[in-house]
């Protein structure tokens, strides 16, 4: 029979907490399963009833176990001899008890609290190992990839008798550090099918900046002949699974398009790849207003209008041609397919919560087979909603900026609904008869007007093949 190992016993609405306070401790089995306590505990049907016979009278059939890593057991001294369990409260009584130097969280400091997560020891037989936990967390892989890469690096930095390319030795980078700078890595970011987004602070406190300027230096030192800066962006995206990798930057509050500035840092941004760096020297960024097209030559056929009042020689309406030299990210929330270019439009993710109730929504207001107007809709974090779950009949979604448009129009193809697409005077005209040409409920934009004769004859763009019974955009 294999050796017992520790086994915390508590209430479910504590099994939260004990998690996060366990693993920051490192206390925590990581391949072992938190279960039920009534499916561990059946293995030992003397130990249940020991328990539950307490004269707290907890009840166990709504607690859940967690493996501790064996050395964390000692806490249950040779006191309970006559029984096979204790209370942490118990245990944080006993002077020679190591985990009384431990700072509690509050949610596990109140002494009722800790009366009711109780110690045990169990065969570790009783707890299941599925393959998943023993696949390492994007974050373990991140760290640990970055550790063994820059392990050899440091070392020879350090070395004095080693052959460098780079004659000056930085002591702030200290193969001793390098616990702290892991420490340090991003805990979460955004991901999207083959696009992660990093948070602003992403490799750039220190001594990120430091170290990898000096991995590029001794890159180019060596002529690229291996290749360091290429391994390094490899790493990451294997760890991190994704080709496109950016970092965040904050949205300029002057900017009423909420077009984000990104950092791309892995992948191939076409036309943007001038702006790919991990080192943020010149905190050059994305200027979007010197990244548009020429206009549309006359009689070109395009997805969306160029939106523009005259013959305006600034104007930097993007066409087709600029689109597609762009790298389009896509997800799937909820059953719906969502398109966008991440250099000139933002994706909520936040947005899903809301997203969910438009798709239930019957209870409360009935979409089905309505006219729904969305102001604003971006790359149509509700519109698509209302098409493809609430049942809309049409949806007019408005919205300013081109590259959001194209996303939306994108994402409804992505998601077989049918669209047309117009813009501007046509529309806001007040002319009768341009109003029945080009009627405001089977319109999102206006179409292409390269001539007056086309205006009259032309139908509006349809992209896409209608499914399911969907709504139209």
Known sequence: MATPIPVLLAPASLTKHLKVFLDTTGWRDKTRLIARSTQILATDPSLLHNITSDQHGYDLTSYMAMALLPQEGSALTNNTEDRQWISLWEILQDPSSSWRSIQWPLSLSDPSTQK???????????????????????????????????????????????????????????????????????????????????????????????????LQMQDQAEGYRNQIMARWEQLIQDSLQSSHIARKAIIPVQDVLRRPKIRPLTGDWKAHNKYKTWTEEDHRLLEHQDVGATKEKEGEDTNVAAATDGDDPNDTTPTQETFSQAYWAETCQNHVWYRWAPMFTMFSAGNITEKERIAKSRPIFDAHGKTVVDLYAGVGYFSLVYLVHAGAKVVHACEWNPWSVQGLLQGADKNGISWKAYQGKAILSTDKSSRERQPFEHSLLTPPHHQQQQQQQQQPLVRGKKRKGYGEL
């Open 116 to 214: 009711s997560v109780l110690l045990t020891w169990i065969d570790p037989s009783a707890f299941a190992t599925p393959k998943h936990l023993l696949t390492q967390t994007p974050l373990e892989r991140l760290q640990e990839n970055i550790t063994n890469f820059l392990t050899p690096f440091l070392t020879s930095w350090q070395d004095p008798s080693s052959s460098s390319l780079l004659d000056d030795q930085d002591p702030s980078l200290l193969i001793e550090l390098l616990p702290q700078w892991i420490a340090s890595l991003p805990q979460k970011w955004e991901h999207y099918s083959d696009f992660t987004l990093l948070p602003p602070s992403a490799f750039v406190t220190a001594p990120w900046p430091t170290l990898l300027k000096r």
